[in-house]
């Protein structure tokens, strides 16, 4: 008979703010099993999770780890009772070798531990889990899935039984995440308990035996997964029904070019070359998506395009003019609409939402070098309106909205401009079920109105649902550009890591 690995009991936690991020949450996590954790932004996952681990301490309520009560006054008293958590940024250091790396959280739990100590633990645990990683390589060479297996040996290392994962699939390619979902499956058979916490409910019901849902601090639900819809989980989750497929735009072969790029190179932020000889264009109708592991050139290609990144050689055409020297409000006018991968660069958080429904077209809003207010709340009111963002005011300050409501006021002041060409990049990152479905649904309706969009996504289910082609870039350059029916899944991994089909 299976008993709990964790018990969690009537937990709420309310901040000094009176911000109540928990409200009387009770689950149940079976030893052995993997439990997918799922619910929106601000449901209260990430909380419950560190909560758990001991990295803050509940309000009240109570918690068991096999079958003994716990007050953990920090992580290392959930490691010593064999909890372990992988966050969604590694907490590795990158010019340490792996083995050094083990040797650093071997000596946290052990005293006295010697670096041969930790060699021969890794190989020990390597031989029974079936995780390999070269011991003496440093860790910025290797690829991230293998950086992630160093933190999954880091936590079996120290005699893990519970093993938390945050978003673990968010940098992987579709071979790495097909890799660390059979090490899971192994890890559950040697009677591991894994907490898998992921916004991915296709990965749901592909690799968790139960799941529970969380929204707006409580628990709404918990289920066998195989008895579970995606469609069901994802009405749990935002409350309403939620249609999960976009219809993609359909390629337009014969449709005018509106944004070409001819040989590009660009270099990134250390002066190495980041974008080597990149050729694409985007076509009247389209959605041209670009697919790839994080860190492969994407960042410096758009911020080439939108006008803030130089380039070193190649050229850039809107409507068939020449812009790759041309500033970014040249772009603009042009008809061109960026949205930059973090909302962090693409609002001011500390300005009203007003100001930013503004940001990229102070031009058109300002005379004699005076700002027009009734011109201001004019525009800023259609965005709100149009594109549904919930804010108590145009005064509000955009620190206060939602993630999601942030990212739909970026997106909808870029479209509001009614631009030729919209370059996205990351739009749905960290956002919930409904505003994902949202933003998507946008993007495709903008390109069937005839727009053209260059949709750059880590998110693979992304790129493939919405795109009418697809560029895999890998290195700096684009290996391949196809229609998403043309490729298999065993190609796009094998391209995604660097492979030239």
Same mark, same amino acid.
Request: glycine content about 8%.
């Given at each position: 008979?299976?008993?709990?690995?964790?018990?969690?009991?009537?937990?709420?936690?309310?901040?000094?703010?009176?911000?109540?991020?928990?409200?009387?949450?009770?689950?149940?996590?079976?030893?052995?099993?993997?439990?997918?954790?799922?619910?929106?932004?601000?449901?209260?996952?990430?909380?419950?999770?560190?909560?758990?681990? #001991?990295?803050?301490?509940?309000?009240?309520?109570?918690?068991?780890?096999?079958?003994?009560?716990?007050?953990?006054?920090?992580?290392?008293?959930?490691?010593?009772?064999?909890?372990?958590?992988?966050?969604?940024?590694?907490?590795?250091?990158?010019?340490?070798?792996?083995?050094?790396?083990?040797?650093?959280?071997?000596?946290?739990?052990?005293? #006295?531990? !010697?670096?041969?100590?930790?060699?021969?633990?890794?190989?020990?645990?390597?031989?029974?889990?079936?995780?390999? =990683?070269?011991?003496?390589?440093?860790?910025?060479?290797?690829?991230?899935?293998?950086?992630?297996?160093?933190?999954?040996?880091?936590?079996?290392?120290?005699?893990?039984?519970?093993?938390?994962?945050?978003?673990?699939?968010?940098?992987?390619?579709?071979?790495?995440?097909? %890799?660390?979902?059979?090490? @899971?499956?192994?890890?559950?058979?040697?009677?591991?308990?894994?907490?898998?916490?992921?916004?991915?409910?296709?990965?749901?019901?592909?690799?968790?035996?139960?799941?529970?849902?969380?929204?707006?601090?409580?628990?709404?639900?918990?289920?066998?997964?195989?008895?579970?819809?995606?469609?069901?989980?994802?009405?749990?989750?935002?409350? !309403?029904?939620?249609?999960?497929?976009?219809?993609?735009?359909?390629?337009?072969?014969?449709?005018?070019?509106?944004?070409?790029?001819?040989? @590009?190179?660009?270099?990134?932020?250390?002066?190495?070359?980041?974008?080597?000889?990149?050729?694409?264009?985007?076509?009247?109708?389209?959605?041209?998506?670009?697919?790839?592991?994080?860190?492969?050139?994407?960042?410096?290609?758009?911020?080439?395009?939108?006008?803030?990144?130089? /380039?070193?050689?190649?050229?850039?055409?809107?409507?068939?003019?020449?812009?790759?020297?041309?500033?970014?409000?040249?772009?603009?006018?042009?008809?061109?609409?960026?949205?930059?991968?973090?909302?962090?660069?693409?609002?001011?958080?500390?300005?009203?939402?007003?100001?930013?429904? =503004?940001?990229?077209?102070?031009?058109?809003?300002?005379?004699?070098?005076?700002?027009?207010?009734?011109?201001?709340?004019?525009? +800023?009111?259609?965005?709100?309106?149009?594109?549904?963002?919930?804010?108590?005011?145009?005064?509000?300050?955009?620190?206060?909205?939602?993630?999601?409501?942030?990212?739909?006021?970026?997106?909808?002041?870029?479209? +509001?401009?009614?631009? !030729?060409?919209?370059?996205?990049?990351?739009?749905?990152?960290?956002?919930?079920? &409904?505003?994902?479905?949202?933003?998507?649904?946008?993007?495709?309706?903008? +390109?069937?109105?005839?727009?053209? =969009?260059?949709?750059?996504?880590?998110?693979?289910?992304? /790129?493939?649902?919405?795109?009418?082609?697809? %560029?895999?870039?890998?290195?700096?350059?684009?290996?391949?550009?196809?229609?998403?029916?043309?490729?298999?899944?065993?190609?796009?991994?094998?391209?995604?890591?660097?492979?030239? &089909?």
């Amino acid at each position: 008979m299976t008993r709990p690995a964790i018990v969690v009991r009537d937990v709420w936690k309310v901040y000094p703010d009176g911000t109540v991020a928990l409200r009387g949450v009770s689950l149940e996590i079976d030893e052995g099993e993997i439990h997918g954790v799922l619910g929106e932004n601000g449901a209260g996952k990430t909380t419950l999770m560190r909560i758990i681990y #001991g990295e803050i301490k509940p309000t009240r309520g109570e918690i068991e780890v096999f079958g003994k009560k716990v007050r953990f006054r920090g992580p290392w008293d959930a490691m010593r009772m064999g909890i372990a958590m992988v966050y969604q940024r590694f907490t590795l250091v990158p010019t340490m070798s792996v083995l050094e790396n083990l040797f650093l959280a071997l000596s946290s739990v052990e005293r #006295g531990a !010697r670096i041969s100590d930790a060699r021969s633990l890794a190989e020990e645990t390597m031989e029974r889990t079936g995780l390999r =990683v070269p011991l003496d390589a440093r860790v910025e060479e290797l690829p991230v899935g293998l950086q992630q297996r160093v933190e999954i040996l880091k936590a079996l290392m120290r005699r893990a039984r519970v093993l938390i994962l945050d978003e673990p699939t968010s940098v992987l390619s579709p071979l790495e995440v097909e %890799a660390l979902f059979s090490t @899971l499956r192994k890890l559950k058979e040697m009677g591991i308990t894994i907490v898998f916490i992921t916004h991915k409910l296709k990965e749901v019901k592909e690799v968790t035996d139960r799941v529970t849902v969380l929204r707006r601090g409580r628990v709404v639900g918990s289920a066998v997964t195989s008895e579970v819809s995606e469609v069901d989980l994802a009405r749990m989750m935002v409350g !309403r029904e939620v249609l999960m497929k976009v219809r993609r735009a359909e390629s337009r072969e014969h449709a005018k070019p509106i944004l070409v790029v001819k040989d @590009l190179w660009v270099r990134d932020d250390r002066g190495l070359p980041a974008v080597k000889g990149v050729s694409l264009e985007v076509r009247e109708g389209e959605v041209l998506g670009i697919a790839g592991v994080q860190g492969n050139g994407q960042r410096e290609l758009v911020e080439a395009i939108a006008g803030v990144r130089p /380039v070193e050689k190649g050229r850039i055409e809107i409507n068939g003019i020449d812009v790759t020297s041309a500033s970014t409000e040249e772009r603009y006018r042009l008809g061109l609409a960026y949205v930059p991968e973090s909302r962090d660069i693409g609002l001011v958080l500390d300005m009203s939402v007003a100001e930013n429904s =503004v940001l990229t077209r102070v031009r058109e809003v300002s005379r004699a070098g005076l700002l027009s207010m009734r011109r201001i709340l004019e525009i +800023a009111s259609e965005v709100v309106r149009t594109f549904a963002v919930v804010t108590p005011s145009l005064s509000t300050s955009v620190r206060y909205l939602s993630g999601g409501n942030q990212q739909k006021l970026m997106v909808g002041r870029e479209l +509001a401009k009614r631009p !030729r060409v919209l370059v996205v990049s990351e739009p749905t990152h960290g956002l919930d079920v &409904a505003a994902t479905e949202f933003v998507r649904r946008t993007i495709v309706s903008f +390109a069937e109105g005839g727009g053209a =969009v260059l949709l750059v996504s880590s998110d693979l289910e992304e /790129v493939m649902q919405l795109s009418s082609r697809v %560029a895999i870039m890998s290195g700096g350059r684009i290996l391949a550009i196809k229609k998403p029916s043309e490729y298999s899944l065993e190609e796009l991994g094998l391209l995604m890591g660097g492979a030239v &089909a």
